[in-house]
């Protein structure tokens, strides 16, 4: 584990979407799966997770159903909707621009100014 | 849809939250063991595994706390929570909430009842089917509306509006099923009653229009089911049974439904007989007397498509031809269309009015109550800015605080609505089975329904939002950092103002409630006390009918003067003196007169209508009317001598001209028969209104006027009257004597007289009771004002006391805020009490609002409360204890 950088408000939703765009996945997946993809540079506690799923879950932008992990336990899985993908999409665009603006303005030399 | 869906799944989160909750559980449960499981690859044992899953998680209640509201079911959840918080903070301070909630239900309660009774007589329609278009017919000009049976045929028979007309009068009868004859109360009904109303029968059959085939001709009687039901104890066999009613024998048809109690709200009748068989049940027969009116209502349900103004045409057109064919007998008037169940515009108006008003106060006490609470919230939420200013520095957010408080308002408002409508039930319920009435089965229909119970709650509700609206403005103009500095001393801006200026609203409106109680009071004071023309005083009113007993023609006179010449035996008997219907009696008999020039007895002729009574000649003695000149009847004043009268005051100036050279004057009545004045007697009070202006009155000999019923006036010593019941078992027993099967009801004139100051007592007692219910709200709201002033200032209170301040000087500054907007209140209810006295002054007799003893005892009453209610912390403010008060600081 490198070092890990505190989540903006905001992306841990963007995070999730993202993650679960790659393959149905529990919770825990989701956790794991986060890790996986930024390289364990993001620091998520782990409960703070599930507010935010069922919160996708009731806009609807996640469904979820019980089944069997590769641990052989019961968990459940979440899987985007079609609503998810679409939101995946614009905020992947938005959050893309953003950081283009973002890396931009801090790039900025004296004497481009 | 989307709305849809959401409220779908809205459901199963508030009604399935632990479902819902032991599935959050099971899934944050599945993270911790997956969590586990990667542990134990990683080599730690399972049970270390497990604690450091779960260390990492994090704070899984938060979480799952968080997840639930994340699912959005939390707003039912919050709202429970609120609703235990507030609990938990009423039972707390429990006088303060058992002062709400009593002061509440009062003032509900009072609410609910007067509104059930207004409902009961005036919203709720007849309970019979199809009851919306269903009218009884009212004479244009007259509050009465009696109608002559042979105008009723042809009304109903020439009419094009009306699917039929029905119609009824009310008596009472002897009912014998082989024991003893017992006296009873029904309808005497048109044949086609039942049918034009849609009532089908409980048991057997009802009559119809069919079974009538002149006089006499349908002896059938059809029983209300509550008489069935206490009388025959729901024996089923009673179809077609015989029974005798004034000794003719009637055959019993059926029972009528549960619900149907007749078309007259006030008056539950035993049974009904049909109309054409008058002549059995009263004894007389006006079958044919087309100028006699006595059909009591006539009533129908209008066709379907004719609007009431076509309807009031129709008959009015009949009308317009029944004067043409019959001039002496009809007058020319139209008709107008009434709701049935009041006797049309006869009793109607008064009543409404008069609850209206009673409504009005009513309402006015729970807007005082309502001003009481707000006070006291407002209180409250000073003592509790501290809380607030926590809650609010912890992160809460105003609007849940606020959300806190109406919660704790509501629950007080909901639960005193709940135990004001409970009382008010239990008044209603007696109301219910309560018989003003000893005599008469009068019955007042307030059980309460839907109607009821929604205002009450909406009522409670409305009060709720209201005083919990009043700290309001207090808590969002809360600064957290002033007031955690401060602390609780802190003042909170104009609140204290807002209060004050409740207190004096609610003051006053205590005041107008006590002021119009006091005016109550003395009108009925006054009215017990004017002149009735008679004295009730040691006097026994015996009322016997013949008719009942079987009695016909002239053996009806002979038994008369021999009830009376043996009830005058008994000893202290003074005299005994015959009448048709006693003065202020529920019923009476008018008469036209006419002048001694006219020969066209048309009604529009007549010089005037005046109230006939006809008395044996010792009626006057007996009932000690003062003749002021001339003669009484003697007994030679009988059928072979010319026609004579003693007429009133009143009759002899209005009529006669003048009230000294009236005698041996004549006038005529509306068959012709010249009649010569022979007396002049003292103005007194006739009708059921104690409260009515003088009225031209004649009396007539009974024996040149023969009346079947009459009522016997016994006048006693007063060793005897003291002690009534003593005399009317002699009547009683003397009575016996001379006919064993003869009904008779004995009571004193006193209590006879409740009938007729049945109207001032209820106004009196419903507004003496509103008047208590003021006072004891502007007790309640001055003593929480002053208290809680008190125990705000006891620390400035000792630092005066410290000083050297006198008791003058103390109570001066912890009361004279309270005493100064006592006064204040105070004058503005008396002024606004006396004005709506003009008001009072339509209901209740005698009301005047420039009565000085008004006035003194009002301004008086309202000092005695302020002492009353000021008491308790002046001796607090009093017992001031500078050293104790300096170290608990």
Same mark, same amino acid.
């Given at each position: 584990m490198g070092e890990q950088a505190q989540l903006l408000p905001g992306t841990l939703d963007l995070l999730i979407l993202k993650a679960v765009s790659l393959g149905p996945l529990h919770g825990y997946g989701v956790l794991l799966r986060i890790g996986q993809i930024s390289g364990s540079a993001l620091l998520i506690e782990q409960g703070a997770l599930y507010p935010a799923l069922f919160r996708l879950v009731r806009q609807g932008l996640l469904k979820a159903n019980w089944g069997i992990s590769d641990n052989n336990r019961r968990a459940k899985f979440y899987e985007l909707t079609t609503a998810g993908r679409k939101r995946l999409r614009e905020e992947q665009d938005g959050w893309n621009r953003l950081a283009v603006a973002m890396s931009t303005a801090l790039a900025a030399q004296p004497e481009e100014v | 849809m989307k709305f849809f869906s959401y409220v779908q799944s809205l459901i199963p989160r508030v009604f399935r939250r632990a479902e819902v909750s032991a599935e959050v559980d099971a899934e944050l449960r599945s993270h911790i063991e997956h969590r586990a499981d990667d542990l134990v690859r990683d080599g730690l044992n399972r049970v270390e595994a497990e604690r450091r899953a779960r260390i990492e998680f994090g704070g899984r209640e938060r979480y799952k706390e968080e997840s639930y509201e994340a699912l959005g079911g939390n707003f039912f959840h919050?709202?429970?929570?609120?609703?235990?918080?507030?609990?938990?903070? =009423?039972?707390?301070?429990?006088?303060?909430?058992?002062?709400?909630?009593?002061?509440?239900? =009062?003032?509900?309660?009072?609410?609910?009842?007067?509104?059930?009774?207004?409902?009961?007589?005036?919203?709720?329609?007849?309970?019979?089917?199809?009851?919306?278009?269903?009218?009884?017919?009212?004479?244009?000009?007259?509050?009465?509306?009696?109608?002559? &049976?042979?105008? &009723?045929?042809?009304?109903?028979?020439?009419?094009?509006?009306?699917?039929?007309?029905?119609?009824?009068?009310?008596?009472?009868?002897?009912?014998?099923?082989?024991?003893?004859?017992?006296?009873?109360?029904?309808?005497?009904?048109?044949?086609?009653?039942?049918?034009?109303?849609?009532?089908?029968?409980?048991?057997?059959?009802?009559?119809?229009?069919?079974?009538?085939?002149?006089?006499?001709?349908?002896?059938?009687?059809?029983?209300?089911?509550? &008489?069935?039901?206490?009388?025959?104890?729901?024996?089923?066999?009673?179809?077609?049974?015989?029974?005798?009613?004034?000794?003719?024998?009637?055959?019993?048809?059926?029972?009528?439904?549960?619900?149907?109690?007749?078309?007259?709200?006030?008056?539950?009748?035993?049974?009904?007989?049909?109309?054409?068989?008058?002549?059995?049940?009263?004894?007389?027969?006006?079958?044919?007397?087309?100028?006699?009116?006595?059909?009591?209502?006539?009533?129908?349900?209008?066709?379907?498509?004719?609007?009431?103004?076509?309807?009031?045409?129709?008959?009015?057109?009949?009308?317009?031809?029944?004067?043409?064919?019959?001039?002496?007998?009809?007058?020319?008037?139209?008709?107008?269309?009434?709701?049935?169940?009041?006797?049309?515009?006869?009793?109607?108006?008064?009543?409404?009015?008069? !609850?209206?008003?009673?409504? !009005?106060? #009513?309402?006015?006490? !729970?807007?005082?109550?309502?001003?009481? !609470?707000?006070?006291?919230?407002?209180?409250?939420?000073?003592?509790?800015?501290?809380?607030?200013?926590?809650?609010?520095?912890?992160?809460?957010?105003?609007?849940?605080i606020l959300r806190q408080l109406f919660t704790e308002a509501v629950l007080i408002s909901l639960a005193g609505g709940a135990a004001g409508l409970w009382g008010g039930v239990m008044v209603l319920h007696w109301l219910g089975g309560w018989k003003p009435f000893p005599q008469f089965p009068m019955n007042i229909p307030v059980n309460p329904d839907a109607n009821v119970y929604l205002v009450a709650l909406l009522l409670a509700l409305i009060s709720g939002l209201l005083f919990g609206a009043v700290p309001v403005r207090q808590v969002l103009r809360t600064n957290p950092y002033e007031i955690v500095k401060a602390g609780s001393t802190a003042k909170m801006g104009r609140g204290i103002a807002v209060r004050d200026v409740l207190l004096v609203v609610q003051i006053a409106i205590c005041a107008v409630l006590v002021t119009s109680s006091m005016v109550a009071v003395r009108g009925l004071a006054r009215s017990l006390h004017t002149n009735l023309g008679f004295d009730p005083q040691n006097t026994v009113l015996v009322d016997t009918d013949l008719i009942m007993a079987g009695y016909r023609g002239d053996e009806i006179a002979a038994m008369q003067k021999r009830m009376s010449d043996t009830i005058q035996t008994i000893p202290g008997v003074i005299a005994v003196?015959?009448?048709?219907?006693?003065?202020?009696?529920?019923?009476?008999?008018?008469?036209?007169?006419?002048?001694?020039?006219?020969?066209?007895?048309?009604?529009?002729?007549?010089? #005037?209508?005046?109230?006939?009574?006809?008395?044996?000649?010792?009626?006057?003695?007996?009932?000690?009317?003062?003749?002021?000149?001339?003669?009484?009847?003697?007994?030679?004043?009988?059928?072979?001598?010319?026609?004579?009268?003693?007429?009133?005051?009143?009759?002899a100036s209005k009529i006669l001209g003048s009230a000294t050279n009236a005698i041996g004057k004549h006038f005529k009545l509306p068959d012709g028969t010249r009649i010569e004045v022979v007396g002049i007697a003292e103005d007194g009070k006739y009708t059921a209104n104690i409260a009515e202006d003088a009225q031209p009155a004649m009396f007539l000999s009974i024996l040149q006027q023969p009346a079947n019923d009459t009522c016997m006036v016994v006048r006693t010593t007063n060793e005897m009257g003291r002690d009534p019941s003593q005399l009317m078992s002699a009547i009683r027993s003397k009575l016996r004597g001379l006919d064993a099967g003869l009904p008779s009801f004995i009571q004193t004139w006193d209590e006879e007289m409740n009938g007729a100051l049945f109207g001032s007592r209820m106004a009196t007692a419903s507004l003496g009771v509103l008047g208590v219910m003021g006072a004891m709200l502007s007790i309640t709201g001055i003593f929480g004002m002053a208290a809680y002033s008190v125990s705000k200032r006891l620390k400035e209170l000792g630092i005066r006391v410290a000083l050297g301040a006198q008791r003058k000087e103390v109570l001066q500054a912890a009361l004279g805020r309270a005493f100064k907007l006592l006064a204040v209140g105070s004058a503005a209810g008396l002024v606004l009490g006396l004005l709506a006295t003009r008001v009072l002054a339509f209901i209740v007799y005698q009301a005047s609002p420039r009565d000085p003893l008004v006035l003194c005892g009002a301004v008086l009453a309202m000092a005695l409360l302020g002492l009353i209610a000021t008491w308790m912390p002046a001796q607090r403010a009093l017992r001031v204890n500078p050293l104790v008060l300096l170290r608990e600081e």
């Open positions: - | 919050s709202f429970w929570g609120d609703v235990r918080f507030a609990l938990r903070v =009423l039972r707390k301070s429990p006088g303060f909430t058992i002062a709400a909630v009593g002061t509440l239900a =009062l003032a509900i309660g009072a609410n609910s009842v007067v509104f059930a009774v207004l409902n009961g007589l005036f919203i709720r329609p007849l309970n019979v089917p199809h009851s919306q278009d269903l009218y009884a017919l009212q004479r244009g000009h007259d509050t009465y509306i009696v109608q002559s &049976y042979p105008d &009723y045929i042809d009304l109903r028979d020439r009419n094009r509006s009306f699917d039929g007309l029905a119609a009824y009068n009310i008596s009472q009868v002897a009912l014998d099923t082989g024991e003893n004859p017992v006296s009873v109360w029904g309808y005497e009904a048109s044949g086609n009653y039942f049918d034009e109303l849609r009532v089908q029968p409980y048991l057997g059959r009802l009559f119809h229009g069919s079974d009538e085939h002149g006089p006499n001709s349908a002896p059938y009687i059809v029983l209300t089911y509550a &008489y069935w039901h206490s009388h025959f104890q729901d024996d089923r066999s009673v179809v077609g049974r015989t029974v005798r009613l004034n000794k003719h024998p009637f055959t019993i048809l059926g029972v009528a439904p549960p619900e149907f109690k007749g078309t007259l709200l006030f008056f539950s009748p035993d049974f009904f007989v049909p109309l054409v068989n008058q002549q059995q049940i009263d004894g007389e027969n006006y079958l044919n007397a087309r100028g006699t009116r006595w059909v009591f209502e006539v009533l129908g349900h209008l066709k379907p498509g004719v609007t009431r103004e076509q309807a009031t045409a129709d008959l009015s057109s009949i009308g317009a031809s029944l004067h043409q064919a019959y001039p002496k007998e009809d007058d020319q008037a139209g008709f107008s269309l009434v709701r049935p169940g009041l006797h049309g515009n006869f009793f109607a108006p008064a009543i409404r009015a008069f !609850l209206t008003a009673l409504m !009005l106060l #009513a309402a006015l006490i !729970l807007l005082a109550a309502c001003a009481n !609470l707000g006070s006291l919230f407002a209180a409250r939420a000073a003592d509790r800015s501290r809380e607030v200013a926590l809650r609010l520095a912890l992160g809460s957010s105003r609007s849940r003196g015959l009448v048709d219907v006693p003065p202020l009696h529920m019923g009476w008999s008018i008469s036209n007169v006419f002048f001694d020039q006219t020969r066209d007895f048309r009604p529009s002729n007549a010089a #005037a209508v005046v109230i006939r009574y006809r008395i044996s000649p010792e009626y006057f003695r007996a009932a000690r009317t003062a003749l002021l000149i001339g003669r009484s009847f003697s007994n030679h004043d009988d059928m072979k001598s010319p026609g004579v009268a003693v007429v009133n005051r009143q009759f």
